[in-house]
């Protein structure tokens, strides 16, 4: 079945043997059972199991959903879908493949991340609190985290966010170019 996905896989971005493409029900249905702890964990806490976790964002409309593939083996999945008017959720599901291969993987995160912002103004989420490499990784790609503590079906949840980048431009200054 991989090897004829593989054909299919439309390629939205590459990083050496990392690349990201469109993601599919397939592609769900081989990582759901071997997710990493930590993302098994907060697919439970919200009630859903893997498989459910990784293929409810295909019935939102608008969302994106990605696959993340090292040397054409599924390791992740991650996407966005829409909460408001400019602001998304964003998400990722990994297997130990993340972690074996976290060095390439740490260097598409950046570029991967500003496709899974797209035209979002704020992407965000939560993530429990006591997930401290998950939260170390988001801060290092980027993004903020609330003070505020958030009770989430029982558990201490952190919500993190990530706003768009705004370039300087000299015609955007707060005040007039003298000459």
Known sequence: M???SVYMDKEVGRIGEL??????????RMI???????DARECLIYGLTPLEALLEPFTVKDSKTYTI???ETVIAMCGTVPVSEGVGRVWMLG????NENYRIFLRGCKPAIDILQGEYEVVENFVPQDHVDTIMWLTWCGFIFDEEVYNIHG??????????ERKNNVY???RPVMH
């Open 19 to 28: 690349s990201l493409v469109e993601a599919s029900v397939d592609h769900a």
């Open 172 to 174: 955007y200054l707060e």
């Open 95 to 98: 297997t130990g493949g993340v």
């Open 69 to 71: 593939k090292f040397n």
């Open 2 to 4: 991989l090897a004829s």
């Open 155 to 164: 558990h201490n949840m952190m919500r993190f966010v990530r706003c768009r």
């Open 32 to 38: 759901a059972d071997s997710l990493r702890m930590y």
